[in-house]
């Protein structure tokens, strides 16, 4: 791996075993009220990779992603990271482990300027135990640039932002706090094409860079470009596991629709190299 | 655009802000031009005042209240229970005023705590809690002293309230008034200062000039004014009223919490998108919970000022004060669909309303009509509101 990168994440990831599992879901179960919406769902990412998630709407596929990001209590499986069992109850303890989302939703508070927004839960603090405003305004600035060079409206609530530039806000969270584990729910679906050029440009960039990443996607056109390996789920259960190149797109609708395996394809929990 | 224009939106100056104010002067004006001149002497001005504080202490946390998607309509009940509680702990049980206002206070919190757990952990609508708050602790207010009025006897305590000797005199209103347009300067220039150590654009001189000496300005006549007023049989001017002050820390404390902590920016950002503020990991719960224990401690102040500016704690103690409080905040630009608010409009919202209503006053316009008109003034604010909002994008 490329010690000399500039990037603090990468060289926080050096150290990372690209070799090694970063995250591991085992026989993962949530039901809301009576409802089962992930049932014994496993799946695994190393670092480096970009696992996309697919399934119909209600698949479990959120969900299951909700449950790593700490938005929803797990009800019975594990979460190991770096080979450790973790428990994530809550958003706090999910980005304390790296982990960042990028919601479908953006999770953005509209009523608030980009700057507030990118730093939302872990603003900077000066030593009266204050808001670093100015500080949080740079640091925002250089972040942002590095995503658009023509985002210089930071300052106005981000309601009145175009849908690119929304998302460069909800991106930068990632980037600005090191993520080593990114969940993208739908990045690109409110994005016209050259923003989805943008979006798929860094998630290649994240990757050289060591971060985990796992894609929830219905646009086939993405997750054939982006992703190593994809996971179908349907009905809260996980269909399979197969590399990417292994599969072919109606291979997967059948998985998505059907639920059923395509015959002579080997599944695979190794990122394929 | 030329430079004039360009300079100024840069600034991002709060035009809502400035055409509020500018409602307040015309509104001033055109009550002085009626009232032959009464309607802006200092004895009134200092009238209106003092008047104002009560409901514009409570309006700066109920904008906040409001922020967050919620409402308190129990306030003014809470205000009379706490307020002959502190009364009756004074006159009946002859505890001193420290400890009979930390007592309410404590009161206060216990019943912001409960009404607050019901809201944010149990999820029950904060309308549907304090409704039955506004007629329970009305309630309460009554079973305190068994109906009875207990008067405030200490001389300290009733200065709390402003009226005969409720105001500061002149030499330390112009010492405060100095101090603050001081505190002003200076945080502008430090404002500055750290923008250009950031490499933050900083706005143009002559903008940034401008928006210190208006606040100048106001500071200034203000406590010319407040020194202008001579109460006939008394020996000295009266200076600022006591009760002003009161208001003036409270707006400047909840300010502060709004623009430079975090409590204050996730209780924005609760508004705004209460989703997203769980999902970034806002401890959404414990919030809500600060939110009610701040009402709660601004009641108390509120209540203390009310039973010293009445010399007694009554039952009826701040009865309807929520409406009042509700609609303060609502006139002074804060939307009930939670998310954008500021305190400073909720200042300049109880002082039209009480503006209005003191020059109607002044006009002998009967009780009637001006409550008739107080309400249509609330209806114009919120149709302004929806009509700004669309203009500017904020809603479709």
């Known amino acids: ?273 | 655009m030329n430079p004039f224009f360009q300079a100024l939106r840069r600034a991002s100056i709060d035009w809502r802000m400035v055409l509020m104010a500018s409602v307040l002067i015309v509104i001033a004006v055109a009550f002085n031009a009626m009232s032959n001149g009464i309607f802006l002497s200092p004895e009134n001005l200092y009238n209106i005042a003092q008047q104002t504080a009560v409901v514009g202490i409570l309006a700066t946390v109920m904008v906040l209240i409001i922020v967050t998607r919620n409402i308190d309509l129990s306030v003014g009940s809470v205000l009379g229970f706490i307020g002959v509680l502190i009364a009756t702990l004074m006159y009946s049980y002859n505890w001193s005023w420290p400890t009979a206002a930390l007592a309410g206070l404590a009161a206060a919190i216990a019943v912001a705590m409960y009404q607050g757990y019901l809201t944010a952990v149990v999820g029950v609508p904060s309308f549907v809690v304090t409704l039955g708050g506004l007629m329970s602790f009305r309630g309460a207010a009554f079973l305190v002293a068994d109906g009875r009025t207990q008067p405030i006897t200490n001389a300290f305590f009733l200065r709390l309230g402003g009226g005969y000797e409720g105001a500061i005199g002149t030499t330390a209103s112009w010492a405060l008034g100095l101090v603050m347009c001081a505190a002003l300067v200076w945080w502008k220039l430090s404002q500055r200062r750290a923008r250009r150590a950031y490499g933050v654009p900083t706005n143009a001189v002559w903008v940034d000039a401008l928006m210190t000496a208006v606040p100048l300005v106001i500071i200034i006549g203000f406590v010319a004014a407040m020194n202008a007023y001579q109460i006939p049989n008394k020996a000295a001017p009266q200076g600022i009223p006591i009760p002003v002050i009161i208001w003036i820390a409270v707006a400047l404390f909840v300010s502060f919490l709004v623009h430079r902590t975090r409590f204050g920016r996730y209780v924005f950002a609760m508004g705004g998108n209460p989703d997203a503020a769980a999902l970034v990991g806002i401890p959404v719960k414990r919030v809500m919970l600060l939110l009610f224990a701040l009402l709660a401690t601004l009641t108390t102040i509120a209540a203390i000022v009310s039973i010293a500016r009445l010399n007694a704690g009554t039952n009826s103690l701040g009865t309807n004060m929520e409406l009042l409080v509700i609609a303060a905040t609502v006139i002074g630009g804060t939307a009930l669909a939670g998310g954008s608010g500021s305190i400073l409009g909720s200042v300049l919202g109880a002082l039209i309303m009480q503006s209005i209503d003191s020059g109607m006053l002044l006009l002998d316009v009967p009780i009637g009509w001006r409550y008739v008109i107080i309400g249509q003034v609330l209806i114009v604010a919120v149709v302004f509101d929806v009509v700004y909002r669309k203009a500017t994008g904020e809603l479709q």
């Open chain 1, 1 to 273: 791996m490329n010690t000399t990168t500039q990037s603090s994440a990468a060289t926080k990831l050096a150290k990372a075993d690209p070799s090694r599992c970063l995250v591991e879901l085992r026989n993962i179960s949530k039901a809301f009220g009576g409802v089962v919406a992930v049932d014994n769902a496993s799946l695994n990412l190393y670092p480096g990779e970009v696992v996309a998630l697919l399934g119909h709407n209600g698949a479990g596929k959120s969900t299951l992603m909700k449950m790593l990001a700490g938005a929803y209590p797990i009800d019975s499986g594990d979460v190991v990271i770096d080979g450790k069992p973790v428990h994530v109850r809550t958003p706090a303890d999910a980005q304390r482990l790296g982990i960042e989302s990028i919601y479908q939703t953006l999770a953005l508070a509209d009523n608030l300027d980009a700057v507030a927004n990118l730093f939302l839960g872990r603003e900077l603090l000066t030593r009266w135990r204050t808001l670093d405003d100015h500080r949080m305004d740079a640091d925002a600035r250089t972040v942002f640039k590095r995503l658009n060079k023509n985002f210089t409206n930071v300052r106005t609530p981000v309601r009145r932002l175009s849908g690119g530039q929304r998302q460069v806000v909800a991106i930068s969270r990632a980037i600005y706090f090191n993520a080593r584990i990114l969940i993208m729910d739908e990045p690109t679906a409110a994005l016209g094409p050259e923003e989805t050029a943008m979006v798929g440009n860094l998630v290649r960039q994240l990757k050289d860079e060591g971060v985990g990443i796992f894609l929830i996607s219905h646009d086939m056109h993405d997750v054939f470009a982006l992703s190593d390996r994809l996971a179908v789920m349907k009905n809260g259960r996980m269909v399979g596991t197969y590399a990417t190149q292994d599969v072919t797109e109606d291979e997967v609708l059948g998985m998505i629709i059907a639920g059923k395996q395509p015959a002579g394809k080997a599944q695979t929990q190794r990122p394929a190299r």
